[in-house]
């Protein structure tokens, strides 16, 4: 049996049709396979320091049955669990960058502790000077994981990689009206009157997660495209 986990992991093993049980790894995500005649649920559960577990439902078919031995082949979008994972580590009380870099990091092999490290800095527009929205920095992280390269001679990465975040950037400004955090918020939270009006008028819990929701949704669809 070949489940395909969420990050391009995948798990290998082989079961009777009447195995009924839990499997575990690919990273703190477990599997949970309950059979019904011909068909089965399985169920992907995660489990880290800042998110509860969530169960996400899959159905598939018997698509061989040889040897009492079987083949499944599930084929799944994560895009709603990356945009509710960014928002859901917002929640927790991490920043607004390290909400959306986490969110994607481990797909492309960036540990999720580093990746909340890296982008600790640039909450609040960039160490809150009201600069660059820190979702969008974030996504600008992860664009670079997935198109950044590391070889001073592969100018048409470096010139890809550009292209990328223009792009985002454009479609975020589209939707937002702007990338600078004081834009956004319309104060600026660079100064303490800024910084405590925002506060009072809850802006970081009611307006900032619409912020890291549409940075993490450009983000799903750029990936995917590719």
């Not at 798990?11 to 009924?20: D, S, V, Y």
């Not at 008028?201 to 750029?222: G, H, N, S």
Request: some cysteine; charged content about 25%; overall charge positive.
């Amino acid at each position: 049996m070949i489940l395909r986990s969420p990050g391009a992991m995948n798990i290998r093993c082989t079961a009777k049709l009447r195995f009924r049980g839990r499997l575990t790894g690919a990273r703190n995500w477990s599997f949970a396979l309950h059979f019904h005649r011909s068909c089965l649920e399985l169920r992907l559960t995660r489990r880290n320091e800042h998110e509860m577990y969530r169960e996400i439902p899959f159905r598939g078919s018997l698509t061989s049955a040889r040897n009492r031995s079987f083949a499944l082949h599930f084929h799944r979008r994560n895009t709603v669990d990356s945009v509710d994972r960014a928002v859901a580590i917002f929640d927790s009380g991490l920043n607004c960058s390290q909400s959306v870099c986490a969110a994607y990091a481990e797909q492309f092999g960036l540990d999720r502790e580093l990746a909340l490290k890296v982008s600790a800095g640039f909450g609040g527009g960039m160490g809150r000077m009201a600069q660059t929205c820190g979702a969008v920095s974030g996504a600008f992280m992860v664009l670079g994981l997935k198109y950044g390269t590391t070889d001073p001679e592969d100018k048409a990465a470096k010139e890809h990689t550009y292209e990328r975040v223009r792009a985002f950037a454009d479609q975020f400004t589209a939707r937002q009206g702007s990338l600078l955090c004081r834009e956004l918020l319309d104060v600026d939270i660079s100064t303490a009157e800024g910084l405590q009006y925002a506060r009072e008028q809850k802006f970081f819990t009611e307006r900032c997660p619409a912020f890291i929701k549409t940075a993490a949704d450009i983000l799903a669809e750029m990936l995917q495209e590719d």
